[in-house]
């Protein structure tokens, strides 16, 4: 296993278990909060396997389906690659936009 991928197996271990120690913020259910989780998961796993994406430069938010990424971009290209790899995740329904280009 080279370290790249290590670094991304490692990385979505460290998000499942950081996801798990969230507060559910008002949701409605267990099941909405849960989803919830496992967008936020697939989002940063997708930013950790996609060699444009600085992964631990984005940070990575979900309520109700609605995604917010937050955090610091080197290019206009990297924060349209975050947008477009975060639409790609079943069960996203809008995203929320605050990535900060910034060289």
Same mark, same amino acid.
């Given at each position: 296993?080279?370290?790249?991928? !290590? @670094?991304?197996?490692?990385? $979505?271990?460290?998000?499942? @278990?950081?996801?798990?120690?969230?507060? $559910?913020?008002?949701?409605?259910?267990?099941?909405?909060?849960?989803?919830?989780?496992?967008?936020?998961?697939?989002?940063?796993?997708?930013?950790?396997?996609?060699? $444009?994406?600085?992964?631990?430069?984005?940070?990575?938010?979900? !309520?109700? @389906?609605?995604?917010? !990424?937050? @955090?610091?971009?080197?290019?206009?290209?990297?924060?349209?690659?975050?947008?477009?790899? $975060?639409?790609?995740?079943?069960?996203?329904?809008?995203?929320?936009?605050?990535?900060?280009?910034?060289?």
């Amino acid at each position: 296993m080279n370290a790249r991928t !290590l @670094g991304a197996v490692l990385l $979505t271990a460290t998000m499942i @278990g950081v996801t798990g120690c969230s507060v $559910t913020r008002g949701q409605q259910t267990a099941g909405e909060y849960v989803d919830d989780a496992r967008v936020t998961t697939e989002v940063k796993a997708k930013f950790a396997s996609d060699p $444009t994406v600085a992964a631990t430069s984005i940070g990575v938010e979900t !309520l109700n @389906g609605t995604v917010q !990424l937050t @955090g610091f971009a080197k290019s206009q290209a990297e924060k349209d690659r975050a947008v477009a790899l $975060t639409r790609q995740v079943k069960g996203v329904q809008a995203i929320k936009n605050d990535i900060v280009v910034r060289p």
